[in-house]
């Protein structure tokens, strides 16, 4: 069996694994207040060129998104999100548990435009409707599709003209950083939203996700927010060790090598099934894949193949999501492309 | 200035007031445990043919509709409502505020349909997603539309095909109950659902709504749950009292009454207008009118009459929302016919 | 029967109700943007010699106490108050249930004291432990005694060295104002504290609390706190007409008049079973009295009297509480002192 | 320097690590649902003899607490803990950040006993108060301290005889298993309490720990639960491969050897400094110690060691808290204890 179920289903990189094995025995404070977690800030705000930004190590990528917008908002305020966005589709209401609505927009392909935000606001009118306070958009995002920089520019304008916060889930940053079709380096998305996250568990760690907050009065007090919400690891160092690893030499670093290379068994897949005349749900050029095959032929890819169904069958077809992570071979991308050509 | 901006602008009914008079020099207990407040109840149970369904005097609206969510669900659990209705459009994210997700639909004319319940599953899968648990509708809508018997009855039957409590918000209900339109009487209702509310405020009370839970399991700890949710009133026994003087004589009480005279004006001035050619946003029935009228016409009307535009000016023309309340006379409602058509 | 349970045991004073009597019939807005809440609004302004104070006219204790907490608190922040003090004591977790830790210290006659804030402090560390944010106390307390105006005072001053938010509930307010123990009038009351509330339920409304905020950025879209918060009373003018009623005159108005009557009869009970030797639970200057009785005595008073028993029976004797109101007449005290003097 | 700070100073033992090493390049579906948390939970029920019992792979000990008592409780239940306790006193609110309250009382040498129970018990009434639902202790407790068998069976009747569910955090839970002064095996625990965790993070893994709920109704939906609560890790097999690697073979696993190596290194610094003439704080027989120095040998140890003050100084000497973890070598809890001697 050949998995593109996630581009979570295998363990850390080697180099990743590497760096957790050589730190092994060092005693460090508990807690994030270590000389690793400090490194590996310093490696972010090296990256992104922001001196002076706030990094804080999290755990994964909900308590990530749940603690940063928790501690954003006064309780009457309220979240703009895709309807297809994972804050709003994967998470159980996490965020709502903490009190706030999140106000959904249909997004196009996946994305939230500046018209949309207006949308939102048509809801709004006085102290008998929530206030939105916080922009939530994925890059890529569930759908893999990625904002260009004048788009993100576009979104950013419109949250500055609303007072809005913008905060830009990156669980796969590096899969749209380092895709063919992106034009938005993590410098200028650094200028162009209040906080994102760097992704590390779908690219190539345990687990953690470095949260970047880019201004000073979103921070205050935020360690108080992780440990409330339940976040604060006590082996602290754990991320910052494997951040240290996947960060050091910058664009050059192997969390951008990882990213790459996922892309590039996910575009085998991609231009090998459009060779076939395989069209796509969505128009993602990141590491996950949204083939529309026959229901025939997706029972027949199950024996051989992990993968998620993404919507129901519907009109003889299925569309199918297949995911490329830090483990994937060229031979496994070709392997399915070949089944596929075997099977129409 | 004539008001038609709500049912709320008056204080209570000469009679509620009466009760309150006469009884306001007796010492009760407090907190709705009193004589006045069982009379209340016994009354309700007597209306709807249910002798052992549990009631509760709430403050007010949103206190009663938050209450009773936040007891029936668990924190993954989530609620299903029309988007334009009230308790996501117009109760500031106070659902939200105990910690559950409203999953919202497009109501068609404000109403919710088993297909439009089965829609909003299709967003559930497994523990990714919140688990939706109730269903939370209006009688009559926030647009003034009712649900005829049959479509409630098939609601219900959707409802327990899918293990989901369904809520009644009776804001309005006797509107609903007594208008020409109606073919459900409130025997039925309680029949029809698990738990509803006789809106008190909106139908001749200073404030209060007599809530009726029909299924043991959702009354545990109830008092409880209404303490902790800033519910329980000093003096309760001042809710009881204004049921005790709505509802006594059932059918033929004034609570039917000043429904049937709240409706009677509103379709003066819907009969009136339509007689000019007007024509109206939705399809109400009840105590609610929204004629779309000419901007310039709406401009010249505010001079003389309160009333709320409903909807953004769009071609000329502004959908506004007229209300009439216990108080509102034939006068007053022909005056705004007549004035309309004198603008026309 | 003659009832000493509690001061909310009959309806409104005479005057108040006369208020919404002669104003039933007008048409306001509703959620309290009308006139009589901007009057009401201005007579406390008035009164307390502040004109730029905030003012909102709330449903009663509860809602008033957490919505203040809840709009004062970042998620990690918590409240100091006595163990025995009523948002501890008898909310039924309503402050917790938005979010927040009430760290309770024991308080020296149920009232808090610059040492014991100190004290809850010890318990503060870092970022593992709730950062205390606001002090909740009452006056009078929950036992019936007052702050005098040094101890309000230092209290004051602690809480502005630990950047402490100082609330005062003031449910019973007037009879601490007006009770010969006093050295603090409301306009000193008004620059030693952040908030407080004058009570209204206990003081001749129906029901209502006027909360005064002194402070700009404590009052930042308190209107979106009330409704979120499940507050705003649709007919919200019920308030400022009793509001209006109560304050007329400031301190020759009919608030001062009710509560200094209040503790006219308290003090006929209190004075009357001293002078038959009876000992008192606490130190109450105010409209509670809390005498320690033979529990044969009390078993014979509950054939003409309600009261509550305030702690349990130890040693043969048990403290009792006895409240007076605005209709408790003298006569009705008096009974009281006459029916222990026969049962001793 | 040598580090006394915590036992979660040090990465994984290198058996856990090994595991996490040969399983790195598998496939594995995400979040819990895989070969190694199945195992894991196999050779748990197997350890505790409770075939059926449900097991969770958590993150870490405060989201462990936090989910579960969240699960527990309906919204105006509260939980019963020693104010000295983890969950009261070291978690910055997380409980209360779910909406319930924790009732703290004074436990003696960090432990509750059925009359402490009782006693919170006194503050509940009625709808007025919170209603007591789960007792959260700690074996050990944050002082060290142990139940014994006869201890935990008491506190576990009377929470049966009040309807409370009786949780056990065990995030040392090695320690106490296999210090000398323990008379209580995990099979026996397992039937004297409601749900437990057995924990990792300081007892050799990276993070982890493993929730033991032994009532079916308690464990309902419990995934749900997780990952609202925002706990559920996508590589969730690393808690299981690591719970394997520390459990098999049960009582003669690394689990215990590693618990019974950091009894026994804590004992050596116990006995070394009782035989200087050290008195200590409390009564700790597990792997921490709190001895009770001189200010002035503190300040020269912080040179070579590091270890944190429990409480303020008082007349002159200071209690401090050392911890032995899975590295901690007989070596170095000899210096300690040297050094402690050629100081004093």
Redesign the interface.
């Known amino acids: ?1 050949i ?1 593109f ?2 581009d ?5 990189h ?1 180099k990743v ?1 590497e760096a ?2 050589s ?9 994030g207040l270590d000389v690793h977690c400090e490194r590996a800030a310093e490696l972010v705000r090296d990256l992104i060129g922001v001196p002076d930004a706030h990094v804080h190590m999290t ?5 990530c998104n ?2 940063f917008i ?2 954003c908002l ?3 305020e ?1 979240v703009i999100a895709a309807r297809t966005g994972h804050a709003y ?6 965020v ?7 106000v ?1 927009v249909d997004g196009e392909d996946g994305k939230l435009t500046p018209a949309l935000i207006d949308r939102a606001f048509e ?1 709004y009118q006085d ?5 939105p306070r916080l922009v939530c958009v994925s890059q890529p995002t569930e759908l893999g599709t990625i904002y260009s920089k004048a788009e993100l520019n576009a979104l950013f304008k419109k949250c500055r003209e609303l007072d809005l916060i913008l905060y830009v889930d990156g669980a796969r940053l590096g899969s749209a950083l380092t895709c063919s079709a992106n034009d938005l380096s993590i410098k200028e998305l650094a200028r162009l939203c209040d906080a994102f996250y760097i992704g590390g ?2 690219n190539g760690a ?2 953690g996700e470095a949260l970047v907050i880019l201004r000073d009065e979103l921070n ?2 935020f ?13 602290g160092r ?1 991320i910052g060790v494997q951040f240290e690893a996947l960060l050091d030499g910058g664009e050059n670093s192997i969390y951008y090598k990882i990213a790459a290379r996922e892309n590039v068994t996910a575009e085998i897949i991609r231009s090998g099934l459009s060779a076939l005349g395989i069209r796509f749900y969505g128009n993602s050029p990141t590491n996950q894949v949204f083939p529309i095959l026959p229901v025939s032929v997706v029972r027949k890819l199950e024996d051989d193949f ?1 993968f998620y169904e993404w919507a129901p069958e519907r009109d003889g077809v299925i569309p199918i999501r297949l995911v490329t992570g830090w ?1 994937t071979t060229t031979e496994e991308a070709e392997a399915f492309v070949s089944a596929v050509g075997s099977l129409l």
């Not at 102290?127 to 206030?131: A, I, K, N, S, V």
């Open positions: 069996m998995s179920r996630s979570y289903s295998q363990g850390a080697p694994l957790l094995i730190t092994n025995e060092e005693h460090t404070d508990g807690y755990v994964g990528g909900t308590p749940v603690t928790a501690a006064r309780p009457y309220s589709f994967h998470e159980t209401g996490a709502e548990a903490t009190g706030h609505r999140i959904t809801e102290e008998h409707t929530p206030l568990t779908k345990l687990f205050d007090h360690r108080w927010m992780i440990k409330r919400q339940c976040g604060l690891l006590a082996k754990l992990f483990g």
